[in-house]
């Protein structure tokens, strides 16, 4: 019966993460289960801090509850080895103790029933095993991604990579066709700065594999016509995607508070007109680049929304030069989902974040890549070489994207019928996945109907 089933949903502590499986979690309430939704602590303040201090959304039945990730008030969490080296060592103990103290409560009438992990998080697929509760996962970033990740032991094998993640070979592999062509110097764990923290990503990312195969429920926010290799490859992997927010209660998970204004200033913009500017939670700038962008914008001459986000660490400083008046909004955090499918938008500006790019793909928004770090330069290999929904940017001698080289590609892409084509075909393509008899719907309800037996 689905009112007693009572899902638990561990995300890994980043915005990337938690927006899609708190988007996946209302989708499971909608269809009768009970879910308690478990953030770190420390992220748990910022959700409830952009909430105004709610804890929870009128109406939402997504319980939010934390656990600590066993870092002290002042450590650095963007120092991610630090991170999960703490989270892999305290949490999975605290997670046993909150299910058992949830199943002990009100006489084990409201017991967890089954737990789904960010696939960045399986290690608690063992808790769960241990528990005797059974568990899946859920890939946020592409399926690409984990064919690599689960591939890792073939490439150390075929001497493209030595057993740290660092490389032996130059150049470019591909796993299978229709996937993105992979720098081997360019692997998600490369863009880190020190070797320890490199070394210490890969060797995770490695046993995250290792945890997820303890289940063969795999779900991802993916399509199959999106990713065929890539799923060929993995045919554990169940796609669910696009996996889209529900209207009501799309502000629950945000760690910032979202300003709506922006929305009043689309309704204001002739269709089809606005550059949409976005480089996701975790992308910093240099100063330079910075300046550049804002500068680009500028040149452009046309309207732009764009986020930047008030960060502790982002110092950026608009140049004196720029004058955003007339023709830009700046916000610290949009909508994106709504602004995406507002009609005044023309393109996205994106670091190519999975779930930006899943944004833009499943609302038909033409792409300007300007990837930053991890799994960005294989999402942006699959927007403009792949699926042809995009461009990226080129350097320039210093390393630096200059505001002419902006103003000339939004040009080029607003002038290219074929990208823009493409783009609406897309669309349409992977958002009849979600309609009632779409193939991602069909493979939801497996799922449900496996979380039943
Ligand atoms: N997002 C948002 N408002 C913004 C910018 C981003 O709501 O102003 C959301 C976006 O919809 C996505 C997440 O933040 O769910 C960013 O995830 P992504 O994988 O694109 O990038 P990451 O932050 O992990 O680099």
């Known amino acids: 019966m689905g009112l007693n089933k009572h899902v638990l949903v561990l995300p890994f502590p980043a915005q990337g993460h938690v927006n899609p499986l708190m988007h996946l979690s209302h989708k499971l309430v909608q269809h009768g289960c009970k879910v308690t939704f478990v953030n770190t602590e420390f992220n748990h303040k910022r959700v409830v801090h952009a909430m105004n201090g709610k804890v929870s959304l009128e109406g939402s039945k997504v319980e939010l509850v934390s656990i600590p990730d066993g870092l002290g008030p002042e450590e650095d969490r963007n120092d991610l080895a630090g991170l999960i080296l703490s989270m892999e060592r305290n949490m999975p103990s605290d997670l046993e103790r909150l299910i058992r103290d949830i199943n002990s409560m009100d006489g084990g009438c409201n017991r967890i029933t089954s737990i789904v992990c960010d696939t960045y998080m399986a290690w608690g697929l063992e808790v769960a095993q241990n528990l005797g509760i059974k568990g899946a996962i859920i890939i946020p970033s592409s399926a690409a991604i984990i064919a690599l990740e689960d591939n890792i032991p073939k490439l150390i094998q075929d001497g493209i990579m030595d057993g740290d993640g660092f490389p032996i070979k130059k150049g470019k592999f591909q796993l299978s066709p229709n996937m993105p062509n992979v720098s081997i110097a360019h692997m998600p764990w490369s863009y880190f700065p020190d070797e320890f923290t490199q070394k210490t990503i890969h060797h995770y990312l490695a046993k995250t594999i290792q945890w997820s195969h303890l289940t063969d429920c795999w779900l991802s926010n993916t399509t199959e016509e999106l990713e065929p290799g890539a799923l060929s490859l ?79 660490s982002n110092n950026n400083l608009y140049p004196d030069e720029f004058q955003c008046t007339n023709k830009g909004k700046i916000v610290k955090w949009a909508p994106q989902q709504m602004v995406l499918k507002h009609p005044a938008i023309a393109c996205f500006i994106s670091h190519g974040g999975w779930n930006s790019t899943m944004d833009g793909v499943s609302n038909g928004v033409p792409f300007l890549c300007w990837p930053y770090f991890a799994d960005q330069e294989i999402d942006k290999a699959y927007i403009c070489e792949v699926w042809k929904v995009g461009l990226g940017f080129d350097k320039d001698e210093k390393g630096i994207i200059s505001r002419w080289e902006i103003k000339k590609k939004v040009e080029e892409l607003l002038g290219d019928e074929d990208i823009k084509g493409s783009s609406k075909k897309m669309k349409d393509m992977v958002m009849s996945n979600i309609a009632s008899d779409g193939k991602s719907t069909q493979n939801f309800n497996k799922f449900m109907k496996w979380l039943g037996e």
Do not use: H
Not at 258 to 280: I, K, R
């Open 234 to 312: 993995c045919p554990k992997i169940l796609p669910i995607g696009p996996i889209k927010e529900s209207p009501e209660f799309r502000s629950l998970g945000q760690f910032w508070q979202e300003d709506l204004s922006c929305l009043n200033w689309l309704n204001q913009q002739p269709p089809c007109s606005v550059v949409y500017v976005a480089f996701g939670s975790i992308t910093m700038f240099d100063p330079n680049q910075f300046k550049e962008l804002a500068l680009g914008l500028q040149l452009t001459n046309r309207p732009f929304l764009w986020v930047v986000r008030d960060d502790y």
